[in-house]
């Protein structure tokens, strides 16, 4: 090789050592620009949840000198900001929130509470001993809570990084617990939590409420979980997988078979769940047969007596609301959501928490006040479609028996669902509703 072909040749070398060289540090560049945007948004969420856990302390300690519903209210509602914005800025934190229930229960109960006792002020009637100590419990926890978060704020104004796998300081480089142990250690401050009574969504008698359906059904064994799942999945046992146990208020046996993940309860062996992970691109059968179809599954389950209410498709996915119906009165609590695939009509999803926990005997339906007195309550903007009986769920975990007018608005058209007590007159809900192509919500 002459000696100008080997000047070339490393001119070239040298050339396309120098592009890569140059691509490696621009991709390096990119890379610790992303990580550098990515640590400021991270370090923006903590900030934003120390600022509403301090926001939150100081509205609970207000909340014990308040004796006025106006004052109640307004701290109501300052609290209910707050915690919203607190749970929005921790989903936001790279924290396994898995292991955060008691942290949102917490943010969850202390606007719900506060609100509680709004209502309560609102009516005249002073707030008992027991609720205000309630409070100060809440108050607590706040504070210790509050002071964890502060921590883990001032490691990161010292240096640490939230991005690294563990916290390090910048300048001494010496390891500080990670986000995610810190927040674990913070969850350690509800471990004696308190059982709250009260009337509201967030009560620990809703949260932890038995189901009605299988508190007292036999317990079935794991081979006989099985069984109700190869049935539900139309296949035999021996394409079943077994796949642990889950507790919580409904404990069911888990099992899995061809991108299928199905939950039998324990007591009872009913079907709590199914859900499906394959992608339906397509659709060959009709919204109806999809209905027909669901319909159908239920009875093939035992779930009988279960009327179509409303139902929508998205993703391909056809999702059908059910209700338990006893002659003319449709129970709105006792529901179940069934998926069907749009592109051969199979058993996409299942859900039957709604109805497993609220499903029972109920005293007979009755009304104080006629639906014609009831009815001329209505707005004077609206005109009756038709009209139901039937019960439906209320935020506190009881239930209101109610009349359902289906109402359309004489100016625009818009349909809507009225619900009128049949003891007390007063509107209980309103739902708007929505029709499209792909069915009918309701908001």
Do not use: W
């Not at 592109?343 to 926990?357: H, P, V």
Request: charged fraction near 20%; charge should be negative.
């Amino acid at each position: 090789m002459s000696k100008r072909n080997i000047i070339r040749l490393f001119s070239y070398a040298f050339c396309i050592v120098a592009v890569l060289a140059a691509y490696a540090v621009i991709g390096n560049n990119q890379s610790m620009a992303y990580k550098t945007r990515l640590e400021a948004v991270y370090q923006q969420s903590l900030t934003e949840l120390a600022e509403c856990l301090d926001s939150i302390e100081t509205n609970l300690t207000k909340s014990g000198y308040a004796a006025t519903a106006t004052m109640m209210s307004s701290l109501s509602e300052d609290l209910f900001s707050e915690c919203s914005t607190a749970k929005n800025a921790l989903s936001n934190l790279p924290v396994e929130q898995m292991n955060l229930g008691g942290t949102y229960k917490f943010l969850s109960q202390a606007a719900d509470y506060a609100d509680y006792l709004s209502a309560k002020t609102r009516t005249g009637t002073q707030i008992s001993e027991e609720e205000y100590q309630n409070m100060q419990k809440l108050l607590q926890y706040a504070k210790t809570y509050s002071a964890c978060v502060k921590e883990m704020v001032s490691k990161c104004a010292n240096g640490g990084e939230i991005t690294d796998n563990e916290i390090r300081g910048r300048n001494s480089g010496t390891k500080v617990a990670s986000l995610s142990l810190d927040f674990t250690q913070a969850e350690e401050a509800f471990s004696n939590y308190p059982t709250l009574l009260y009337d509201g969504p967030f009560a620990d008698a809703v949260l932890n409420r038995e189901p009605a359906v299988t508190k007292n059904a036999p317990e079935k064994s794991k081979e006989e979980g099985a069984k109700e799942a190869a049935k539900a999945l139309y296949t035999t046992t021996d394409k079943i997988t077994y796949a642990g146990d889950s507790e919580g208020t409904i404990p069911c046996y888990n099992y899995t078979m061809d991108g299928y993940n199905v939950a039998i309860t324990k007591n009872g062996g009913y079907v709590s769940y199914i859900l499906g992970s394959d992608q339906i691109k397509t659709q060959s059968i009709t919204q109806e047969n999809a209905v027909n179809i669901a319909a159908a599954y239920l009875k093939r389950l035992g779930y009988n007596n279960m009327k179509e209410t409303y139902y929508a498709v998205e993703d391909n996915i056809c999702i059908v609301n059910f209700a338990y119906i006893e002659g003319s009165v449709i129970y709105y609590s006792d529901l179940i959501k069934v998926g069907i695939s749009m592109s051969d009509g199979k058993i996409y999803s299942l859900e039957a928490d709604g109805y497993l926990t609220n499903h029972r005997q109920r005293a007979a339906f009755s009304t104080k006040i006629s639906e014609k007195d009831m009815q001329v309550r209505l707005s004077g903007h609206v005109e009756v479609i038709s009209a139901k009986q039937c019960i439906i769920p209320k935020n506190n975990g009881t239930e209101a028996q109610c009349i359902e007018f289906h109402c359309r608005n004489k100016s625009t058209a818009e349909e809507a669902l009225v619900y009128v007590n049949t003891q007390t007159g007063e509107e209980e809900n309103i739902l708007i509703l929505l029709y499209s192509d792909n069915g009918t919500l309701t908001k």
